[in-house]
């Protein structure tokens, strides 16, 4: 499924632009300042976290993910930087669910993304952060 959504962002690119088949797709998201699906996808991923975290998401959300600091006793990095438990994963499709890859995603960010005053902020923070990652 997601193999369509990705070759529809890329035909909906180009017929926006106006280009041909052989125009590379990333040319074209920069242009249009598109991220692709998969960006895409982690970056609203990241933002649940962040409303999970800080407490502005549905009750039965918060059962899903758990400080590294509520699992471990030991006093480590990660106990100490606002760090998720990720669980290890046994097969390829728990490494796709929001209880993995979620809490896999908010471990990445830096803490001043982390961090963020507002949803807004987050984003605005987020988006700043990945771009700088990508160049």
């Given at each position: 499924?997601?193999?369509?959504?990705?070759?529809?962002?890329?035909?909906?690119?180009?017929?926006?632009?106006?280009?041909?088949?052989?125009?590379?797709?990333?040319?074209?998201?920069?242009?249009?300042?598109?991220?692709?699906?998969?960006?895409?996808?982690t970056?609203?991923?990241?933002?649940?976290?962040?409303?999970?975290?800080?407490?502005?998401?549905?009750?039965?959300?918060?059962?899903?993910?758990?400080?590294?600091?509520?699992?471990?006793?030991?006093?480590?990095?990660?106990?100490?930087?606002?760090?998720?438990?990720?669980?290890?994963?046994?097969?390829?499709?728990?490494?796709?669910?929001?209880?993995?890859s979620?809490a896999?995603?908010?471990?990445?960010?830096?803490?001043?993304?982390?961090?963020?005053?507002?949803?807004?902020?987050?984003?605005?923070?987020?988006?700043?952060?990945?771009?700088?990652?990508?160049?």
């Amino acid at each position: 499924m997601e193999d369509k959504l990705v070759k529809f962002q890329k035909g909906a690119a180009r017929v926006i632009l106006d280009c041909d088949f052989y125009t590379p797709s990333s040319e074209l998201f920069k242009e249009l300042n598109w991220q692709t699906f998969p960006e895409r996808v982690t970056y609203q991923k990241a933002i649940s976290m962040y409303g999970i975290i800080n407490n502005i998401c549905p009750d039965y959300l918060k059962n899903y993910v758990s400080n590294t600091s509520d699992i471990s006793c030991r006093h480590t990095r990660s106990t100490n930087c606002n760090q998720l438990y990720t669980p290890k994963p046994n097969c390829e499709l728990f490494r796709k669910s929001c209880m993995y890859s979620g809490a896999a995603i908010w471990n990445y960010l830096p803490p001043h993304v982390k961090n963020a005053t507002s949803v807004n902020t987050f984003k605005c923070l987020y988006l700043k952060w990945n771009r700088l990652k990508t160049i």
